[in-house]
């Protein structure tokens, strides 16, 4: 039986960044009709009742249905030291990741941090998300078993790493390799999951291990590959002095074949004016991390002027670094960040970089992260008055944006009215029965 899910309903047919807001279209009365997993209609509610009689009816009223939203870089192994005080990054990775990530080469372990992960983003309605995992398999192994268990459109990898860092993370390039390329036989491309290649970032790997990472993704070059890029000025440093040869930061994945339009590169801050030209030229990712890059002191992404001149960019909560699982907290963090270099980026560009923007950057755009016909159905309600606070703003709201951006700005997981993943809708934790 079909299902027909009635409210005001936000699509896009272009990007914002590009086309403005306009290309947002929110619909009063609006309605999705949602058969085997798809999307198969959108429309006039009215329109859609009398076409499908038969459909199951679900009437979230005034509330707003989009496509859910696509975290597109997190480190699910750090969902227990999320939030933890008072470090740069090198600092930050020593003291609380490495130490955390040291405990997932016990499969229970995994298997119960994936569960706690895909439990707080499905409440803060995020259906899809693209994770770095440790360099334990059993990482890997628990994420998609977790994920695939709950029908979600997933993408991990098993985190690469053979030099500075602790010796019990420590791989090689000839494990690296192997262990890669096993669980892409096991993973890639089963059901809705995804692999993405994944060195750390090019300090934790050496010459040789890149090499390999790099051979591997032009053996596979439908896999993604992520990894972090100038996210601090004292890590740009630091790859300089580990990569003398190389022209920057960007450069050193290019030698080894780690640069393509499938590539991912997390943070991208402190960019030179070749690398945005490289970036844009290969079709790259930029995953901007607000609540990462202000809570761990990395800087202030130029969304605004990165997107302007054409650049891939998608969002992400970075959790672990960052400091919520909120995509809603993550595009405002965006938001005051843009503020702070001069841009006041349209809540229909914050909403679309939440969506179709972070789809686009996986590669999913085609299946994901809008409402249109033959879209996948993972699909999040909004309750645009879901605290007090917010009501009252929303009411004296003179248009549906200066209501969508008061949840923006002021929701949490209370705004997350219903989740649907792959066409079911999904009990959020704490409020199913």
């Given amino acids: 039986m079909a299902d027909l899910l009635i409210g005001r309903t936000l699509a896009f047919d272009a990007d914002p960044f590009v086309a403005g807001p306009a290309a947002a279209r929110i619909e009063g009365h609006g309605g999705v009709l949602v058969e085997d997993g798809l999307i198969v209609a959108t429309g ?12 199951r009816v679900t009437d979230y009223g005034d509330a707003l ?6 975290d597109a870089h997190v480190h699910y192994p750090q969902t227990a030291i999320i939030a933890s005080w008072g470090k740069r990054l090198i600092d930050w990775l020593e003291s609380y990741t490495f130490p955390e990530e040291m405990r997932f080469d016990d499969p229970d372990h995994a298997a119960e941090i994936a569960v706690r992960y895909f439990d707080l983003a499905l409440a803060h309605g995020t259906t899809t998300m693209c994770s770095f995992a440790t360099t334990h398999s059993t990482s890997v192994e ?4 977790e994920a695939e268990h ?15 860092a602790p010796e019990g993370l420590c791989d090689t ?15 890639h491309g089963r059901g809705r999951l995804g692999y993405a290649i994944t060195p750390r970032f090019a300090p934790t790997s050496s010459p040789e291990q890149l090499e390999a990472l790099g051979a591997l993704w032009a053996e596979h070059p439908d896999c993604l590959m992520q990894t972090h890029l100038s996210e601090q000025t004292d890590e740009v440093a630091w790859v300089r002095a580990l990569f003398p040869e190389a022209r920057d930061y960007l450069d050193v994945y290019e030698r080894f074949g780690l640069l393509g339009a499938r590539g991912l590169y ?11 030209d490289r970036l844009r030229e290969a079709g790259a990712g930029l995953i901007h991390c607000p609540t990462s890059n202000t809570f761990i002191g990395s800087g202030l992404f130029d969304l605004a002027g990165l997107a302007a001149a054409g650049q891939r960019v998608g969002l992400a909560t970075d959790t672990g670094g960052g400091s919520s699982f909120s995509m809603l907290h993550t595009m405002a963090a965006a938001y005051e960040i843009a503020q702070l270099r001069g841009a006041s980026v349209h809540p229909a560009a914050l909403y679309w970089l939440a969506t179709a923007g972070s789809a686009r950057t996986l590669h999913l755009d085609d299946r994901i992260g809008n409402l249109a016909p033959g879209m996948e159905a993972d ?17 004296r709201a003179e248009d549906i944006w200066e209501a969508v951006f008061t949840t923006i700005m002021m929701g949490d997981d209370r705004a997350i009215r219903a989740v649907w993943v792959g066409g079911v809708p999904d009990p959020l934790p704490g409020r199913a029965g």
């Fill in 44 to 55: 006039p509610a009215d329109r859609l009742r009398a076409a499908h009689p038969d459909a």
């Fill in 65 to 70: 249905i989009s496509a859910g939203f696509v």
């Fill in 142 to 145: 628990a994420f998609f078993a």
């Fill in 150 to 164: 709950r029908g979600l459109c997933a993408v991990a990898g098993r985190t690469c790493m053979d030099r500075n």
């Fill in 173 to 187: 390039p000839e494990s690296a390799e192997a262990e890669s390329r096993a669980l892409i036989g096991r993973w």
């Fill in 266 to 276: 997390g943070h991208a801050i402190h960019l030179t004016h070749r690398e945005r």
């Fill in 379 to 395: 699909i999040v309600v909004l309750d645009l008055a879901s605290t007090p606070a917010i009501a009252q703003r929303a009411a």
